[in-house]
């Protein structure tokens, strides 16, 4: 591979750090952030939980399986995902093959910790959030895993740190 990879993919459940280390990522390597879900967003003209309400999670999932598709056409970028993009065998695949996969891994309590304030995640409105991230864990830690190229646990390290990490890392790649 020489040197860092030419698309950097992030993936891991909600208050992994996916949105917030892909910005700073992308401007250390140069190169240029994308969220999956600001781009949802940005074509559907509206919030993420009035897509929920609209058309149900499953009408979520076919809108992020479409950006998902179009997105892995570009080059030289580092895509943030949804923590639920691994759910669709078709995105794993898509995901995979664009670039490195990175798996951003944390455990059920600290992302429950990291989220519990924002309201913008439709699948937290629930009376019982830290049980809803055991079972999203026990789901998807396997999946996020299947295509990883990297797993990095970020309970300790803060974001800096985390991406100072990373950015070593992947100059070191070969
Ligand atoms: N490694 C980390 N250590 C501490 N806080 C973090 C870390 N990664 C993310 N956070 C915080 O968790 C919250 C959710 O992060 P975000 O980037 O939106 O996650 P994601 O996009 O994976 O759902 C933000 O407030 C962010 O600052
Ligand atoms: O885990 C999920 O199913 C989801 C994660 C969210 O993105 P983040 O992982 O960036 O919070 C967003 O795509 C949507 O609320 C559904
Ligand atoms: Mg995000």
New binding site residues.
Partial sequence: MNGVPNNIILVGLMGAG??TVGKVLAKRLGKVFI?S?HEIEKRCGVKIPTIFEMEGEDGFRKREASVIKDLVALDNIVL?T?GGSVLLPENRENLREFGYVIYLRANPHDLWLRTRHDKSRPLLNTPNPQKKFRELFAIRDPLYTSIAHQIIDTGRPNVNQLTNQLVMQLELLN
Avoid: H, S, V, Y
């Fill in positions: 996916k949105t969220d879900d943030a949804g």
